[in-house]
Nanobody
């Protein structure tokens, strides 16, 4: 099993940047695919970025492509989401998620392990 704790959320103006971190506890992170998902009020949870176990493959939702970057440091058991050029529509609770597989997981239903979420707010 793995426990996940997100940090780095907050209030940022349009065009600003934030870096989210997801620290994992447990024996190892290297056998888990990781993802960052978000849920805005009244909307379904969506996967905005995913990464495979080694960091060699990544996925981005069209809405964030070119602005967000997912990365991982398996030695530190940490996954990051660098968010640049933030927009009001990026406002949501952001969740880190893990699934024990070597591929990528692109849907919320594919993840077994979740963090508690961190709020990102970009005022309009």
């Amino acid at each position: 099993q793995v426990q996940l704790v997100e940090s780095g959320g907050g209030l940022v103006q349009t065009g600003g940047s934030l870096r989210l971190s997801c620290a994992a506890s447990g024996r190892t992170l290297s056998t888990y695919a990781m993802g960052w998902l978000r849920q805005a009020p009244g909307k379904e949870r969506e996967c905005v970025a995913a990464i495979n176990w080694s960091g060699t493959s990544t996925y981005y939702a069209d809405a964030v492509k070119g602005r967000f970057t997912i990365s991982r440091d398996n030695a530190k058991k940490t996954v990051y989401l660098q968010m640049n050029s933030l927009k009001p529509e990026d406002t949501a609770v952001y969740y880190c998620a893990a699934e024990r597989t070597y591929g990528m997981v692109l849907t919320s239903g594919g993840y077994d392990y979740w963090g508690q979420g961190t709020q990102v707010t970009v005022p309009s």
